[in-house]
Structure formats: structure tokens, C-alpha cells
């Protein structure tokens, strides 16, 4: 028996990250205050925010780390907490301690654990994703090395090569640009856009609005509520992130930029301008 | 054989076999598990633990029961409040450990205090009595050993994202309230079992030296672990023979003889090492000296402005 369908729904629940009302508190401090969005496969949506506004909040929240006090997030139409293996989470790099005696193949075969269940160990086969996932990011040449001895911006390739190896269907990255060199960055923006490429899911927590406006699809914005959510093209405007930001986001480059929408990637034939602005804004993007 | 006397004479006790048995177990299993404890910064807690299982012990003494399941169940009560207290950001962890522990501790000597043979008996505890041993001692001892060492190999990759990253553990779903407490209750069993040998004031160095040692020596977890164990055998060992043969205390020499193997590594470790560190970079600086002239001397044949 097959039920026919009069109007297919506007979204199909089953192929998007749905957050739903979603509230977080500290005690009885509300961080993080009714966020709704819709994510379908294959988009990127930035997070951004000023600091303490809760994207890392909303990062956590969504794998279940913060106490949720209301609201839902489901995944392709289960809960969030029956999909845990299938996403996958870049923390910041000053919650690990990089000291502790494992190696860049060690923390890569991390991303494997979810695989493999408990008491099972890795075997050749997670070594091989392993492997592929650390030359995608230009790290196999390091397979061997203790994590401490890597700069910051390899660190950070590890974790995304952990993240990768875990094969999620969404991957949550938070703050990956936090002061790493310009190859690091090229690398997790190409990682990026072959996430969407595949179909996969990212949010992408940054305080950096350049790359998220060239990174991202949608914005979620926030401070300590969800002040939009919505295309680049209805949220990247400067009355939105001054709504955001608390105060005008000065967005210099020309006289006139104040009134006008900042130019992205989807605006083809504005390279100039493109890369005048991002100059402009003071924040570093090769 | 020379010497050899030196080795056997002492085996000829039963006392001595027993208590030979008795610190190589104890060596292996704190090690082992140190790892964690070093690794994790949980010596403190290990101090703690230690302290707070005395009662257990007096308790158990007193009425007549095995001392192993008094130190065991208050061992395991305390991981449990320590793992609570932990969850709530607001108490600062170390002063509200610190108070439980101190609080316990006084609790086991006022209990012991009641004892005919108080100070006897009082040294015994605090400071380990391993050639009293008994034979029930050793088989309870290899037991805890082995499901210690058991669930450290069987978790290892669980144990190790937790001590790691344990927000990504946590992202993975990973229990990590439950593999925290699982982790100090091994502890607690090791400090359990190594009460025996070194006592309750010394145990926690058998927890944090060896494993200390280890870590100035390998970037690897697993070798780190299988070193520390081996570093803990080997103190255990010696110790037991030197304090034979010079009369003195085992526990005590047992531990003394971890603490030399740390400071002789710590200066000398190959890549870590305080001296190794320091030749290496007066033989760097050297090193860029000579390069310097070489580069300095084609200058010397540059024609000089006449």
C-alpha cells in the first residue's frame, strides 16, 4: 500500500540536521537562547558570533555536552543522541594536552574509535583510512611524530584528519582558524568544500566573518540567543551582524559599504572588490 | 659466582620468596596504571585515595575481617564521591578532596588508637610490613593485578581518548563519568594491593616515580606503560634485596630506589634528560660557531675598499 502525497513537505526532515528550539543554561544562566535551523546535506553554515555569544556552546549543545534545559536536535530523524558516531567534532586546540605521548597516527586512528566497539582495537583497515585522511591534509610525512612537536596549524590538520577518518556525515568544527599559518588554512577550507561537495554537513564555529562569508552557505548568528539564521546573501549584511555584534560591524573598504551587501564568492565578477574588503576588515586571508 | 650469595642467600627464606612475589606484583600493576595517574596529573587524587582507604583498613583490622575488602570498599567509596565532586564546577576539586582525605585519614587513627598494639600496629599500615606477608596476601595481590591490568589493556583506546581529549570522547558518546570512576577505582584497587609492600603513606610514589621515569624516556603510551611497570618491578626488587641486606626498611628502600632510578634518568635520558639537554645545545651552539666562520671566511677574501 503506498500513500500518495498531495504536496511534498518544504524540507525533508530525513536529510537535514533539524535544531529545534534549542536552549542552553548554566545553572540559571541562559547561555544560548532558541536556536532553530534546518540544515540540509551538503551545506556549510557558519556559526559566528562575538566571544562568549555561544557558538561553542551551540557546538556542544548540539553533540548533547551542554546542559540542554530545552528543544530538540534530530539528525536525518532520529535524535541527536542515536547518531552520535555519525558526527564528527574538532574541539579547540587548548582543550588537549599536547604533551601526552601519542602520535599524529595515534590521535588520527582516534577518529576510528566510533567504528569499533568497545575492547575491539583498530585494525589494518582503519590504519589505511587513517593513513589516506593524514596525506589528504598533508600530514602523513609526520605519521610518526609526537603531537607535541607539531606548530599549531599541523596540530590542527590532525584533528581534521581524526575527524575525517571517522567518515561522519557531519562535521562540527570549532574555531579550526584560531591562529594557524596560510597553508593550514587553504587545507581546511579545500577540506571544507569537499564536505560539501560529498553531501556532508558542516557547521563551522569561527570569530573570523571572511572566512565564514567565503566558507559558508548560511549564517547562524549569535549572542547568547540566536540573532539569525538564513542564506549568506539575508544574514551577511551589516544590520544583521551589528544586530549580532551588539554595535555597527564596521565594515570599511568603501564610503558607501554601509549600505551595501559585502561581497562574497556567490557574487562572481567582484574579485576586486572581494579581496579589497576582506583587506579591509582587518582579518587575514590568503 | 662471586656474589652470587648476595642473590640467593636471602631466598632461602620463605618470608623473603613471599615478599619477592609480593613488591613484583605491587611493581608491575602501580607502573602500569601510574601511567594514567602521571599522565592525567592525578597524583594528588592517588595521594588521596590512598589516605582516605585507611580507615577501611583500621576498620577491618579491628573487627576481625580481611583488610583487603575493608581497604577495597572504602577505596571504591571514595572514587565515587571524588568522581561526583568532580562534576560540579563550583566546588573547587583539590580543597574539597583535600578535606575529605585528611578527614578520612584522621577518622583511621583515632579508630587505631583504640588498639592495644597502636603504634605497632599503626607503623604496619602506614609504612607497609612486606615480609609479613601471606600467602593470601600474594594470591589476593595477583587477582587485582591481573583484573587491573586486564581492563587497562582491554580500554586502552577508551582510557586513552578520555585521559586525551575528552571532549571528542565525550562527542563519540563515550561514558566518560563512568571512565573516570573505573580509572580511580583501579587505582584504588593498586593502592590496595601495594599497602602490603610500601604502605599507605608511600604508595602514592609507586604510582607517580616509575611512571614519571618512563615518561622522560618514550613519546609512546604503550611503551610508556610497559617501562613503567618494568621501572616499578625493578625498584621493587632491588629495594627488597638492598633493605635486606642493610637492615633497613623495605617500603621505604623499595621507594628510594624508584626515586634514584627517576633522578638519574632526569638528568641523563637521551632526548629529555637535564644534562643530555643541555650538552645537546652547547654542542648545537658550537656547531653554528664553526658554520659561522665558514661563512665569515669567503668575506675575508672580499677585495676591502682602497
Same mark, same amino acid.
Given at each position: 500500500?503506498?500513500?500518495?502525497?498531495?504536496?511534498?513537505?518544504?524540507?525533508?526532515?530525513?536529510?537535514?540536521?533539524?535544531?529545534?528550539?534549542?536552549?542552553?543554561?548554566?545553572?540559571?544562566?541562559?547561555?544560548?537562547?532558541?536556536?532553530?535551523?534546518?540544515?540540509?546535506?551538503?551545506?556549510?553554515?557558519?556559526?559566528?558570533?562575538?566571544?562568549?555569544?555561544?557558538?561553542?556552546?551551540?557546538?556542544?549543545?548540539?553533540?548533547?555536552?551542554?546542559?540542554?534545559?530545552?528543544?530538540?536536535?534530530?539528525?536525518?530523524?532520529?535524535?541527536?543522541?542515536?547518531?552520535?558516531?555519525?558526527?564528527?567534532?574538532?574541539?579547540?586546540?587548548?582543550?588537549?594536552?599536547?604533551?601526552?605521548?601519542?602520535?599524529?597516527?595515534?590521535?588520527?586512528?582516534?577518529?576510528?574509535?566510533?567504528?569499533?566497539?568497545?575492547?575491539?582495537?583498530?585494525?589494518?583497515?582503519?590504519?589505511?583510512?587513517?593513513?589516506?585522511?593524514?596525506?589528504?591534509?598533508?600530514?602523513?610525512?609526520?605519521?610518526?611524530?609526537?603531537?607535541?612537536? &607539531?606548530?599549531?596549524?599541523?596540530?590542527?590538520?590532525?584533528?581534521?584528519?581524526?575527524?575525517?577518518?571517522?567518515?561522519?556525515?557531519?562535521?562540527?568544527?570549532?574555531?579550526?582558524?584560531?591562529?594557524?599559518?596560510?597553508?593550514?588554512?587553504?587545507?581546511?577550507?579545500?577540506?571544507?568544500?569537499?564536505?560539501?561537495?560529498?553531501?556532508?554537513?558542516?557547521?563551522?564555529?569561527?570569530?573570523?566573518?571572511?572566512?565564514?562569508?567565503?566558507?559558508?552557505?548560511?549564517?547562524?548568528?549569535?549572542?547568547?540567543?540566536?540573532?539569525?539564521?538564513?542564506?549568506?546573501?539575508?544574514?551577511?549584511?551589516?544590520?544583521?551582524?551589528?544586530?549580532?555584534?551588539?554595535?555597527?560591524?564596521?565594515?570599511?573598504?568603501?564610503?558607501?559599504?554601509?549600505?551595501?551587501?559585502?561581497?562574497?564568492?556567490?557574487?562572481?565578477?567582484?574579485?576586486?572588490?572581494?579581496?579589497?574588503?576582506?583587506?579591509? &576588515?582587518?582579518?587575514?586571508?590568503? | 659466582?662471586?656474589?652470587?650469595?648476595?642473590?640467593?642467600?636471602?631466598?632461602?627464606?620463605?618470608?623473603?620468596?613471599?615478599?619477592?612475589?609480593?613488591?613484583?606484583?605491587?611493581?608491575?600493576?602501580?607502573?602500569?596504571?601510574?601511567?594514567?595517574?602521571?599522565?592525567?596529573?592525578?597524583?594528588?587524587?592517588?595521594?588521596?585515595?590512598?589516605?582516605?582507604?585507611?580507615?577501611?583498613?583500621?576498620?577491618?583490622?579491628?573487627?576481625?575481617?580481611?583488610?583487603?575488602?575493608?581497604?577495597?570498599?572504602?577505596?571504591?567509596?571514595?572514587?565515587?564521591?571524588?568522581?561526583?565532586?568532580?562534576?560540579?564546577?563550583?566546588?573547587?576539586?583539590?580543597?574539597?578532596?583535600?578535606?575529605?582525605?585528611?578527614?578520612?585519614?584522621?577518622?583511621?587513627?583515632?579508630?587505631?588508637?583504640?588498639?592495644?598494639?597502636?603504634?605497632?600496629?599503626?607503623?604496619?599500615?602506614?609504612?607497609?610490613?612486606?615480609?609479613?606477608?601471606?600467602?593470601?596476601?600474594?594470591?589476593?595481590?595477583?587477582?587485582?593485578?591481573?583484573?587491573?591490568?586486564?581492563?587497562?589493556?582491554?580500554?586502552?583506546?577508551?582510557?586513552?581518548?578520555?585521559?586525551?581529549?575528552?571532549?571528542?570522547?565525550?562527542?563519540?558518546? &563515550?561514558?566518560?563519568?563512568?571512565?573516570?570512576?573505573?580509572?580511580?577505582?583501579?587505582?584504588?584497587?593498586?593502592?590496595?594491593?601495594?599497602?602490603?609492600?610500601?604502605?599507605?603513606?608511600?604508595?602514592?610514589?609507586?604510582?607517580?616515580?616509575?611512571?614519571?621515569?618512563?615518561?622522560?624516556?618514550?613519546?609512546?603510551?604503550?611503551?610508556?606503560?610497559?617501562?613503567?611497570?618494568?621501572?616499578?618491578?625493578?625498584?621493587?626488587?632491588?629495594?627488597?634485596?638492598?633493605?635486606?641486606?642493610?637492615?633497613?626498611?623495605?617500603?621505604?628502600?623499595?621507594?628510594?630506589?624508584?626515586?634514584?632510578?627517576?633522578?638519574?634518568?632526569?638528568?641523563?635520558?637521551?632526548?629529555?634528560?637535564?644534562?643530555?639537554?643541555?650538552?645537546?645545545?652547547?654542542?648545537?651552539?658550537?656547531?653554528?660557531?664553526?658554520?659561522?666562520?665558514?661563512?665569515?671566511?669567503?668575506?675575508?677574501?672580499?677585495?676591502?675598499?682602497?
Amino acid at each position: 500500500m503506498t500513500i500518495q502525497q498531495t504536496a511534498p513537505p518544504p524540507i525533508d526532515h530525513e536529510d537535514c540536521l533539524v535544531i529545534r528550539d534549542l536552549t542552553v543554561a548554566y545553572g540559571r544562566k541562559v547561555v544560548l537562547n532558541g536556536v532553530q535551523a534546518d540544515i540540509r546535506k551538503g551545506q556549510v553554515v557558519g556559526i559566528v558570533g562575538p566571544n562568549g555569544g555561544g557558538k561553542s556552546t551551540l557546538l556542544k549543545a548540539i553533540l548533547g555536552m551542554a546542559p540542554v534545559i530545552s528543544g530538540t536536535v534530530m539528525l536525518f530523524g532520529k535524535p541527536i543522541d542515536k547518531m552520535r558516531s555519525r558526527v564528527a567534532y574538532v574541539p579547540q586546540r587548548e582543550v588537549v594536552d599536547w604533551d601526552f605521548p601519542v602520535t599524529v597516527m595515534d590521535v588520527t586512528l582516534m577518529g576510528r574509535y566510533p567504528k569499533a566497539s568497545w575492547i575491539r582495537r583498530t585494525n589494518a583497515h582503519d590504519r589505511d583510512v587513517a593513513r589516506d585522511m593524514l596525506s589528504k591534509v598533508d600530514m602523513l610525512d609526520y605519521a610518526n611524530t609526537q603531537i607535541g612537536q &607539531l606548530s599549531g596549524g599541523q596540530q590542527q590538520r590532525v584533528f581534521i584528519a581524526r575527524a575525517l577518518a571517522q567518515e561522519a556525515d557531519v562535521l562540527l568544527l570549532d574555531e579550526p582558524m584560531n591562529g594557524i599559518d596560510a597553508t593550514t588554512q587553504e587545507i581546511i577550507m579545500g577540506v571544507i568544500e569537499e564536505q560539501r561537495i560529498a553531501g556532508k554537513i558542516v557547521l563551522l564555529a569561527t570569530h573570523d566573518l571572511v572566512s565564514a562569508s567565503c566558507a559558508c552557505d548560511c549564517l547562524c548568528c549569535v549572542n547568547e540567543r540566536m540573532v539569525s539564521y538564513g542564506p549568506l546573501a539575508e544574514t551577511y549584511t551589516p544590520a544583521n551582524l551589528a544586530e549580532t555584534y551588539g554595535g555597527p560591524v564596521i565594515m570599511l573598504g568603501r564610503a558607501d559599504a554601509s549600505d551595501e551587501l559585502p561581497h562574497t564568492h556567490h557574487h562572481p565578477g567582484e574579485h576586486a572588490h572581494h579581496t579589497h574588503e576582506h583587506e579591509n &576588515l582587518g582579518i587575514e586571508h590568503k | 659466582m662471586p656474589g652470587l650469595h648476595y642473590i640467593t642467600d636471602p631466598m632461602q627464606y620463605e618470608f623473603m620468596r613471599r615478599a619477592l612475589i609480593e613488591v613484583i606484583l605491587m611493581g608491575a600493576v602501580t607502573g602500569a596504571i601510574g601511567t594514567y595517574v602521571v599522565l592525567r596529573g592525578l597524583s594528588f587524587i592517588g595521594d588521596a585515595l590512598s589516605h582516605a582507604i585507611f580507615p577501611g583498613v583500621v576498620i577491618a583490622f579491628l573487627i576481625g575481617a580481611g583488610i583487603f575488602w575493608g581497604a577495597l570498599l572504602f577505596g571504591i567509596l571514595t572514587s565515587a564521591s571524588i568522581a561526583v565532586v568532580a562534576t560540579n564546577r563550583r566546588v573547587k576539586e583539590d580543597s574539597a578532596i583535600g578535606v575529605l582525605f585528611a578527614g578520612s585519614f584522621a577518622l583511621g587513627i583515632v579508630l587505631i588508637s583504640s588498639s592495644r598494639n597502636f603504634t605497632r600496629d599503626l607503623a604496619s599500615f602506614l609504612f607497609g610490613n612486606v615480609l609479613g606477608v601471606t600467602n593470601n596476601d600474594i594470591v589476593l595481590s595477583a587477582i587485582a593485578g591481573v583484573i587491573v591490568i586486564v581492563i587497562v589493556v582491554l580500554l586502552y583506546k577508551e582510557l586513552l581518548i578520555t585521559s586525551f581529549d575528552r571532549a571528542a570522547a565525550q562527542a563519540m558518546g &563515550l561514558p566518560v563519568f563512568w571512565l573516570d570512576l573505573l580509572l580511580l577505582i583501579l587505582i584504588s584497587l593498586t593502592i590496595v594491593v601495594s599497602l602490603r609492600a610500601v604502605g599507605n603513606i608511600l604508595v602514592v610514589a609507586m604510582l607517580v616515580t616509575p611512571a614519571a621515569t618512563a615518561r622522560l624516556l618514550t613519546d609512546r603510551l604503550p611503551v610508556m606503560m610497559a617501562m613503567s611497570a618494568a621501572i616499578g618491578v625493578m625498584s621493587g626488587i632491588a629495594g627488597l634485596y638492598i633493605s635486606y641486606w642493610n637492615d633497613v626498611a623495605a617500603g621505604g628502600t623499595i621507594v628510594l630506589v624508584a626515586t634514584a632510578l627517576f633522578g638519574l634518568v632526569w638528568l641523563f635520558a637521551p632526548q629529555h634528560g637535564y644534562l643530555t639537554t643541555r650538552l645537546l645545545r652547547r654542542r648545537l651552539a658550537t656547531d653554528l660557531a664553526e658554520t659561522r666562520v665558514v661563512f665569515e671566511s669567503p668575506e675575508i677574501q672580499l677585495p676591502g675598499p682602497h
